[in-house]
């Protein structure tokens, strides 16, 4: 998946918002909460993602090969994708819009009502 499918993908989201700011990286978020995050900081090429994971998926995830826990956020579950073909492009949407869920579910139910987010 390229940086602009991702971008593509995560815009699709309801009530999704987009800001690009940490030297460049896309962030992602739902009533002002981040989901996923999309950068080409570090070492290799191409664009690197990282996003919210539950529990479990954060414990399968880190043990892949090209997938690490995210700088400055595994502390809260979640994962960079380091390697271009660490996970397909079918998994990395459905995970990406796991972590949209999670994010969302989370918001208060002023912001869910305010955004008409009914999850």
């Not at 992602?28 to 996003?51: L, T």
């Not at 960079?80 to 990406?96: E, N």
Request: net charge positive; with cysteine; charged share 25%.
């Amino acid at each position: 998946m390229t940086r602009a499918e991702f971008d593509k993908f995560c815009r699709a989201l309801p009530m999704a918002t987009n800001v690009v700011q940490w030297g460049g990286a896309s962030v992602w978020k739902v009533g002002g909460k981040i989901f996923a995050v999309a950068n080409n900081w570090g070492p290799g090429e191409g664009a690197k993602f990282s996003f919210k994971c539950s529990d479990m998926s954060y414990d399968l995830l880190r043990q892949q090969k090209g997938i690490v826990p995210a700088p400055y956020l595994a502390r809260a579950k979640w994962v960079q994708v380091d390697a271009v073909k660490a996970l397909r492009d079918k998994d990395l949407k459905a995970y990406i819009e796991t972590a949209y869920r999670l994010v969302a579910k989370k918001l208060t139910k002023a912001v869910k009502k305010e955004l008409g987010l009914d999850l």
